[in-house]
C-alpha cells in the first residue's frame, strides 16, 4: 500500500489525476475503472485540463464504471451513467461507445450481471480502478454484508447508504433500493487500485479500513491484500492513519 497525504481536497485530486494521466501516457489503449461521487469530481476537472491542454490523450483509452442504480434511465440526472456524461466524457477525447455503465434498465438482472462481467473480461481486466469510500466501508455498491461477492451483482442498498444518496433526490422515496455493482473480484484482479479519500468525517472508515481487520463487514478492508494500491487523500481523512 502507498499512502499520499495531501493538503487539502483540491491536491488530493491533483494527486490522482497525474497517476491516472501517466497510467493513460504509458499505454494508451488503458481499461480504467471509474467511480461516481464527490470524491473523485475533482479528479475528473484535473483530467478534463490535462485534455484540454493536449497534454492528455483518451481517444483510444476504455472505460468501466462500477455501478449503476437499477431503474433509472441513462438520461435520469441521478443515473450515473448521466453523472459521468456530464462530469467527465462529454469533455474529454473518447469514444462513447469505449464507455460502459451497467444497463440500470436491463429487464433481466442476472443476464445483465453475467454480460458486464464477460465484458470487463474481453477487454483484458481493468488497469487502474478509481474507488471513493462510504461511510461503512463500501466500494463501488459492495456493502458490508457476511462475504465478499466476487462478481458482478445486483445489490439491496443499505439504510445508510440510502440515507447518504437523498441529497441528490427530491425526496427519500426517490432514491433506488437496488443498484448493479462491480463485484470485488474485478476491483481486486484490476492491475492497480487507486483510492481518493477526504474530509474529517471519512477518518474513522479510513482507520477501520487499512489499519483493521480485513472483513466483509468492511468491504474496502480486503485493499490491503492488494499488490498495488494507492491511498490519496488530505490531511482529515488520513488523520488517524
Not at 461521487?37 to 485534455?51: A, H, Q, W
Not at 481517444?59 to 462530469?87: A, C, I, W
Not at 427530491?170 to 470485488?184: H, K
Request: hydrophobic letters at 40%; charged letters at 20%; aromatic letters at 8%.
Amino acid at each position: 500500500m502507498r499512502i499520499y497525504k495531501t493538503s487539502d481536497y483540491n491536491e488530493m485530486s491533483r494527486k490522482a489525476a497525474h497517476i491516472i494521466a501517466a497510467q493513460v501516457t504509458l499505454k494508451g489503449q488503458s481499461v480504467l475503472g471509474l467511480a461516481t461521487g464527490s470524491s473523485p469530481v475533482g479528479t475528473y476537472k484535473r483530467l478534463i485540463e490535462l485534455n484540454s491542454n493536449k497534454d492528455l490523450n483518451f481517444s483510444e483509452v476504455f472505460t468501466v464504471n462500477l455501478d449503476e442504480y437499477k431503474g433509472l434511465t441513462p438520461e435520469h440526472e441521478q443515473s450515473y451513467r448521466y453523472f459521468m456524461n456530464d462530469n467527465f466524457f462529454n469533455h474529454i477525447n473518447i469514444k462513447a461507445e469505449n464507455t460502459h455503465v451497467p444497463d440500470g434498465m436491463a429487464e433481466n438482472p442476472e443476464l445483465e450481471c453475467k454480460r458486464y462481467e464477460e465484458l470487463i473480461c474481453s477487454l483484458g481486466g481493468i488497469d487502474l480502478q478509481l474507488l471513493g469510500i462510504g461511510h461503512n466501508g463500501h466500494i463501488g455498491f459492495n456493502e458490508p454484508g457476511a462475504d465478499f461477492v466476487p462478481c458482478t451483482h445486483c445489490i439491496s442498498l443499505t439504510e445508510s447508504t440510502i440515507e447518504a444518496n437523498k441529497r441528490f433526490f427530491d425526496d427519500v422515496e426517490q432514491v433506488p433500493r437496488e443498484a448493479y455493482t462491480m463485484g470485488i473480484k474485478a476491483i481486486m484482479q484490476a492491475r492497480c487500485v487507486l483510492m481518493v479519500i477526504s474530509g474529517k468525517e471519512k477518518a474513522l472508515i479510513a482507520k477501520e479500513s487499512f489499519l483493521g481487520p480485513i472483513t466483509p463487514q468492511v468491504p474496502a478492508s480486503i485493499l490491503q491484500l492488494h499488490n498495488n494500491f494507492i491511498l490519496v487523500g488530505d490531511e482529515a481523512a488520513l488523520s488517524w492513519l
